[in-house]
């Protein structure tokens, strides 16, 4: 067993690597029918303006977090040995894709890492360059937590210092891992915890963003509209419904990615309602709900993944004209 394990591991590893690869190696941004605006923002920030190191104070844990040092102070040694701002893309782009595809493969198979290959994911590693950084950390501390390795610990409690939203997900994720574990619970009571989280995320998420990131002083405060297109979240919302239903009507133990998954669409859905921002949640949550996904044990399955195959061609057109 411990060989076949071993195996698999080998070839999943493999496998990330290759295509991690091939699928950087692609120009997505000259084949998109739009410019990454973060990506030139990132651009401007790390080659020709200077480092907020350099002028900012950060005095306190609070400011460490909010105006996140980490990330700055990552890009100030970055630059400081020769890294360009392309060098730097080119790095996290990798990193980000390498643990998706080695996360989805070691939990499923190994051709189920083309279910990654979807505009919302791909656009998400290409242009979200610091919070695509935090998620691999995430992401890799979960595969070291899951081989016992306690550099899990040091990984996790990093990552706020790079994207202040870490907090967040790291309060999903083990929401996620407390449903998962408390085996006496009745599972209606679990999902409605899971639900309501979510429900409480799309407000955080919506009218009460700008109002909260404006009492931390953060920048983003002032934009003015973040909410995602509907047609953009469809498959989304209808693949909540539809987990919903099971999740009430099945008595069955879920793991932690099925609650993560459903955390993250019951955001999704609520958020149609409250114009909040679920699209790049969705995008770094991708890995997981692909994972919980892949792991339905339904009759339906099949359907589903005829949808979402359809749904991603759709996407890829309006993505590509």
């Known amino acids: 067993m411990n060989f076949l394990i071993k195996k698999k591991s080998i070839y999943a590893f493999l496998i990330a690597l290759f295509s991690t690869y091939l699928i950087v190696l ?4 000259a ?3 739009s410019n990454y605006v973060d990506r030139a923002n990132y651009v401007s920030y790390i080659d020709y303006t200077l480092n907020k190191t350099l002028w900012f104070d950060y005095d306190t844990l609070l400011s460490k977090i909010s105006f996140e040092w ?22 996290i782009s990798s990193f980000i894709l390498f643990i998706s595809i080695l996360l989805v493969t070691l939990k499923h198979n190994y051709y189920s890492f ?31 937590y899951q081989r016992k390795n306690l550099l899990y610990i040091p990984i996790l409690l ?3 210092f790079f994207h202040t939203s870490a907090v967040i997900f790291l309060g999903v994720f083990l929401v996620a891992t407390k449903l998962e574990q408390w085996k006496r619970l009745n599972f209606m009571l679990k999902n409605t915890i899971a639900i309501t989280a979510g429900l409480v995320l799309a407000i955080v998420t919506g009218p009460l ?10 920048r983003r405060a002032e934009y003015e509209d973040m909410s995602s297109p509907v047609l953009y979240m469809s498959f989304w919302v209808i693949y909540f419904v539809y987990l919903t239903i099971k999740a009430y009507t099945e008595n069955l133990e879920r793991n ?8 993250i669409l019951s955001m999704v859905f609520f958020n149609v309602f409250f114009s909040g921002y679920s ?18 044990k339904s009759k339906e399955k099949q359907l589903l993944l005829a949808g979402y195959v359809m749904y991603t061609i759709m996407l890829w057109y309006f993505w590509s004209t």
């Open 26 to 29: 692609i120009p997505w941004e």
């Open 209 to 218: 963003m700008s109002q909260i990131l404006g009492q931390l002083g953060d």
């Open 158 to 160: 990093s990552t706020p």
């Open 70 to 91: 980490g990330w700055h102070k990552l890009i100030f040694i970055a630059t400081e040995n020769g890294l360009s701002s392309d060098h730097i893309f080119y790095i």
């Open 114 to 144: 083309l279910f990654l290959i979807n505009p919302v994911f791909i656009d998400f590693c290409f242009s979200q360059m610091r919070l695509a950084f935090t998620m691999a950390l995430i992401y890799l501390a979960y595969l070291l």
């Open 31 to 33: 084949l998109r029918s």
């Open 256 to 263: 932690a990615f099925f609650y993560v998954s459903l955390i």
């Open 279 to 296: 699209s790049r949640f969705l995008a770094a949550c991708f890995p997981i709900i692909i994972i919980a996904l892949l792991q339905l």
